[in-house]
């Protein structure tokens, strides 16, 4: 396995790799487009078993941050494979396999996957005689700091490869291809948040004597004699999975909200891959993007209250710290210290934690699996030459 180590960053990362793109073309213009949504699943996993799989792995992940230079927010990282006969440009040495970039974060890691629809790995989409293509992209995240994602991808023309030779003479344009969603094309699971809320206490004591060497007032209560002590504000013990149900139809409760693919054709270009070497190559050139799959950072009152309401389940003894507790109920009150450890545990006894109101920064990071199904569709034109045309598909991965 080969392994590049990205150093010092903290929000902002890109990575970018490429899956090389085969279609065949046996008799022009007798193969249209084929219809791109509503497969039943069977169907689409069938299509995804004809793949030709080697193996795509991009992954983020947390490393002791270490800073060296000044400018160190974003750097690129190109991984390329070796697939069907295509080698694509690398920036780093790397192998046919798994490419693993592992990425300094100040939490938790994030990790990308281009799988075929039963989950493996996935370097290359071979159409053959096929012209229409599902593939999955999954984002899982692990108690990852509060950053969103999004992968997009590019596209080059194809070219004829004839034996190995790529004649750039005879193509098909880059906008004949395109992304389409499939019938489901979002889906979401194990989500869950960290988080450290503040909380407020009320001890309610009906031994009249802590009453009486603490200086409270008593009252009656539920026909009891007793005092209060109230402390607010204090600060809970970090909740790591607070769990957050998953309503498909519904996720606007979901600390990062994901986005299913873009549909849309590729209408410029890239010249990464093959495309490196097309003598019509421009000396500038702006591809056109197609997201593959994003998740942005929210934190509404949606979000902040389905959290509050998984943390007022939570016992107290979760929720905050005896220690805690104390120190907050002796800065409440005078004579604290005169009380006997008996006494103490007695006042803890009938203390009861609640849950303030969330505010975003009390959210600390999320989990999460994230997962986008598009297809990449090819319109072959009736003028195209027949023929083996080879392609790549850019795929880059910004975190920010």
Request: charged share 15%.
């Amino acid at each position: 396995m080969s392994r590049v180590v990205v150093e010092a960053i903290t929000r902002e990362m890109t990575f970018e790799g490429h899956l090389p793109v085969s279609v065949e073309v046996t008799e022009p213009g007798t193969i249209g487009k084929l219809p791109t949504t509503g497969f039943p699943i069977g169907d689409l996993v069938a299509v995804a078993v004809g793949l030709v799989v080697f193996g795509f792995l991009l992954a983020a992940v947390a490393r002791p941050l270490k800073k060296k230079g000044t400018n160190m927010s974003k750097r690129r990282v190109l991984c390329g494979v070796a697939a069907l006969g295509l080698l694509a440009a690398i920036a780093a040495p790397a192998r046919a396999g798994e490419v693993v970039v592992a990425v300094d974060n100040p939490g938790g890691s994030r990790t990308l996957y281009v799988e075929d629809l039963a989950g493996n790995e996935l370097t290359g989409l071979n159409f053959g005689t096929t012209r229409s293509l599902p593939f999955r992209v999954r984002v899982v995240d692990t108690t990852m700091d509060r950053s969103g994602f999004s992968v997009s991808a590019t596209m080059t023309n194809l070219y004829v490869d004839d034996s190995g030779t790529i004649d750039y003479a005879k193509k098909i344009d880059s906008a004949k291809l395109s992304i389409s969603n499939t019938a489901d094309p979002l889906n979401v699971l194990e989500v869950s948040a960290s988080v450290r809320p503040a909380v407020d206490t009320v001890s309610t004591i009906s031994d009249l004597l802590i009453c009486q060497t603490l200086g409270l007032v008593t009252s009656i209560v539920n026909g009891s004699q007793v005092c209060q002590i109230s402390a607010t504000g204090l600060v809970g013990n970090v909740q790591s999975a607070v769990p957050v149900t998953v309503t498909l139809s519904d996720l606007t409760n979901l600390p990062l909200l994901p986005q299913a693919a873009e549909a849309g054709a590729f209408t410029d270009p890239d010249y990464a891959g093959v495309g490196a070497n097309d003598p019509d190559k421009p000396s500038s050139f702006t591809p056109t993007p197609r997201r593959m799959l994003a998740g942005s950072v929210v934190s509404t009152d949606a979000v902040l209250s389905a959290l509050k309401g998984a943390l007022d389940t939570d016992p107290r003894s979760e929720l905050i710290s005896d220690t805690t507790i104390i120190n907050g109920l002796s800065a409440a009150v005078a004579n604290w210290e005169l009380l006997t450890t008996a006494q103490v545990t007695t006042v803890l006894a009938g203390t009861v934690a609640t849950v303030e109101n969330l505010v975003p920064e009390q959210v600390r990071a999320q989990t999460g699996t994230y997962l986008s199904f598009p297809a990449l569709n090819v319109d072959v034109p009736t003028t195209a030459a027949k023929g083996n045309y080879k392609g790549t598909l850019v795929v880059t991965a910004l975190q920010s």
